[in-house]
């Protein structure tokens, strides 16, 4: 089945589906689907300079996607990469497609001489944090904090 897997930039004509995916994940990992999600995600694929969403498929089939946003970070020098969602569903995990995942953004990344990758994944979800260790992901000494503007 890993042969059939295959990797496309998601465009407009894609929004519906992607949503489907996006609302899937989001009851997954018990975050809000409203408005606001789909106007992200519009915003996200209006303009590269934000990021990139590939679609994950299997032969024509979408099984998940990734998002992809960048930032700047002095500390890293330079533009940087940010996983802000990954979804696979759920009978496609733990088959590989992950780590081919980060090969095709790291590859992108490396590309465009952005400086590294980072990621934020639920303290709750070990699995991904083992593929993410494997991958060579680290915890950082410090972590995320938030502040909502409204």
């Known amino acids: 089945m890993s042969s059939d897997i295959n990797f ?21 990992d018990q975050i809000a689907f409203d408005d606001n999600v789909v106007k992200a995600f519009m915003a996200l694929l209006s303009d590269e ?7 994950i498929c299997d032969r024509d089939r979408l099984i998940g996607y990734v998002a992809l ?11 940087c990469g940010l996983v802000d969602e990954l979804y696979i569903r759920e009978s496609y995990r733990g088959k590989g497609i992950g780590k081919r995942v980060f090969v095709l953004i790291e590859d992108y990344l490396k590309s465009q001489n952005m400086r590294s990758l980072s990621l934020v994944v639920d303290y709750w979800n070990s699995p991904a944090e083992a593929l993410y260790t494997k991958l060579g992901f680290h915890r950082e000494q410090r972590h995320l904090m938030v502040k909502r503007l409204t």
């Open 8 to 28: 496309r930039l998601a465009q407009f004509i894609d929004v519906d589906p992607l949503m489907e995916l996006v609302q899937e994940f989001y009851q997954f």
């Open 49 to 55: 300079k934000f990021g990139l969403i590939w679609l």
């Open 69 to 79: 946003t960048f930032f700047f970070s002095m500390e890293y020098h330079g533009r």
